[in-house]
């Protein structure tokens, strides 16, 4: 199964999706993987639930018909006739207007709300419960999470949509989503994905387990054992509308590269340290990939300052990695703690 959640904030847009792929009702391993959120001509991307061969041969369709792109009606007809045909649910998002289009069992959904999503509905439920802080996060009492975007543009809910994403398919109770979490976004020129580092960071000494941590609250992160150097990035190339993508894990040197061209497995290349990264990935997929990437990293000799004033809440212990992000002219850096 698959979770596709896309929502809308005035104009900008975000898309999450799990990468996990199954057979005969079972999860396969990490290294298959399926890209659900695919561009294409005019400005559109288009993510699915449903059978990836299915949607790669309707994605096919569509670029031979419309290879400029076509007007909004003109796509929701051309995706709706494909649900229909293939039982495969899309979400449509139009990257010039900001728009949303869902389309369930061969017809596009009414009403105008900010999220829509595709999927396994218990997944979604879950990833409601998540949103609203009615379930304890998955690290909770062990490990608090600490994610950087390096460059959304301003109202981007990219950060809050993988923050709540992650939690689904760390979820050992869904069995339905796995695998890494996909986060792209649309721009002043089409979409790109995110450059993410979600980094592990150790539960603050003092609070026990039963307590909820709370950012007002006076603690130090840094990281130790298991936690020191965990952190997995999501590299993004250097263009816009690439329907490529890989994912970086610090510890134990792992790149993943997932292209929709090669179908449902990513190549997986061992023992990459942070400076070979951008050459691991061009060797991979045979050209510049251009790698936008920010690596971040938590260790135990934090070097903390000593608070000016004892009331002073929480001082977190990063380090970079790998920054291979150019100055931007716009947007910013965003980032979320999720204890």
Request: overall charge neutral.
């Amino acid at each position: 199964m698959t979770l596709v959640v896309a929502r809308s904030n005035n104009g900008r847009i975000a898309i999450a999706a799990d990468t996990l792929l199954s057979e005969h009702g079972g999860a396969l391993p990490i290294r298959y993987g399926a890209l659900k959120s695919v561009c294409l001509p005019g400005n559109v991307c288009a993510s699915y639930s449903g059978s990836p061969e299915l949607a790669a041969r309707s994605f096919s369709e569509y670029l031979a018909k419309y290879p400029r792109g076509t007007s909004y009606g003109l796509t929701i007809d051309f995706f709706e006739k494909s649900s229909k045909d293939t039982n495969n649910d899309y979400i449509v998002a139009f990257a010039d207007t900001g728009r949303l289009t869902t389309i369930r069992d061969g017809r596009r959904t009414s009403g105008v709300a900010t999220l829509h999503w595709v999927g396994d509905k218990r997944a979604f439920e879950r990833f409601r419960e998540h949103e609203f802080r009615k379930k304890r996060r998955q690290h909770h009492g062990r490990a608090v999470n600490a994610v950087l975007f390096a460059d959304e543009m301003e109202g981007s809910p990219a950060s809050e949509l993988y923050s709540t994403m992650r939690e689904v398919v760390l979820d050992r109770d869904i069995d339905s989503v796995g695998g890494f979490v996909t986060v792209l976004s649309n721009r002043d020129l089409g979409f790109r994905f995110s450059v993410y580092s979600d980094v592990l960071l150790d539960w603050p000494a003092g609070p026990t387990g039963e307590c909820d941590l709370r950012m007002e609250d006076t603690f130090d992160l840094n990281a130790s054992g298991e936690n020191e150097r965990f952190s997995v990035s999501q590299v993004s190339p250097g263009y816009y509308n690439c329907n490529c993508v890989a994912f970086y894990v610090l510890k134990g040197g792992l790149l993943y590269v997932l292209q929709h061209s090669r179908g449902g497995e990513m190549q997986c290349i061992q023992g990459v340290p942070p400076s070979r990264v951008a050459d691991a990935i061009d060797g991979a997929i045979g050209f510049p990939f251009g790698a936008l990437s920010l690596v971040m990293s938590s260790r135990p000799d934090g070097g903390f300052k000593p608070r000016s004033r004892p009331e002073q809440g929480v001082q977190i212990s990063l380090f970079c990695e790998l920054n291979t992000m150019p100055v931007p002219a716009s947007g910013t850096g965003r980032g979320s703690v999720t204890p």
